[in-house]
């Protein structure tokens, strides 16, 4: 598919790719050049008060791993639990 730059350094993507992608009005670009090419790659930017959420999070999430217990077996884990699995 051709497509031509226009004012402002515009170029329309074609209706097909659009689709395609499910691209919409304001969907966000980064755009690189490499090896003489220019590649358009969807990204979506967070909020910075949305993105430190995420990181709390995670944190709090890593923390409580930490702290839980592991079992080398399924039979010890329902053993842990008072579940005897020879049993049924």
């Known amino acids: 598919m051709l497509a031509e730059i226009r004012g402002r350094s ?3 993507i074609p209706a097909e790719i659009i689709k395609k992608l499910g691209i919409s009005e304001g969907d ?3 755009i ?7 590649f358009l790659c969807p990204v979506i ?4 008060d949305k993105l430190l959420k995420i ?3 995670i944190k709090d999430s890593e ?3 930490s702290s839980q217990e592991s079992f080398d077996t399924v039979e010890d884990m329902f ?3 008072g579940i005897n699995i020879d049993n049924v």
């Open 10 to 12: 515009q170029i329309t």
């Open 28 to 30: 966000k670009f980064d």
């Open 32 to 38: 690189v050049e490499k090896d003489g090419g220019i």
């Open 45 to 48: 930017v967070y909020p910075k």
């Open 55 to 57: 990181a709390k999070i």
């Open 63 to 65: 923390i409580e791993l």
């Open 79 to 81: 053993a842990d639990m």
